[in-house]
């Protein structure tokens, strides 16, 4: 009987855009997942705490590439969507939800304008303060590099 030793490779790793669950779209340039309610708007805290929920955050943006694509998202709402990005310091800082770099931010002309603690929403002009007690559309964003 002749022996043969067969080199059987440990198993590969699951392909990244594998860790987005369904009904999530995978984000390659960020390595992320992105995953919607079409039926749901809600206040800036409840959405971030339902995306929480579901192992994310409110999305950052940190490239105009992320920043496009989820203005794909608000052209197909038809309106503006959620970010991730407060501030609870009357708009001196800001600070994303995930605790991420503040590294891009493209404010639509004529904002911050609040001037009190605010929340941050985009539409295709780019980001505009709010009032986080406002109801409106969200998208999550969760890291498809973590295993869910």
Known sequence: MVSSSIYIPPSTAVP?????????????????CFGI?????AQWSAADEYCQNLGGHLPSIHSPEEEG???????????????????NDNEQTFQWSDNSTVDYIQWEKGNPNLRQNSCTSLDTNGFSDEYCYTNMYYICKKDALTRF
Request: glycine share 4%; hydrophobic share 40%; proline share 2%.
């Open 16 to 32: 990244v855009y594998m860790n987005c669950t369904h009904g999530w779209t995978y984000f390659e340039p960020s390595h992320s």
């Open 37 to 41: 309610d079409v039926a749901h708007q």
């Open 69 to 87: 694509f989820l203005q794909s998202y608000v052209v197909a709402f038809n309106n503006r969507i959620w970010l991730g990005l407060y501030s």
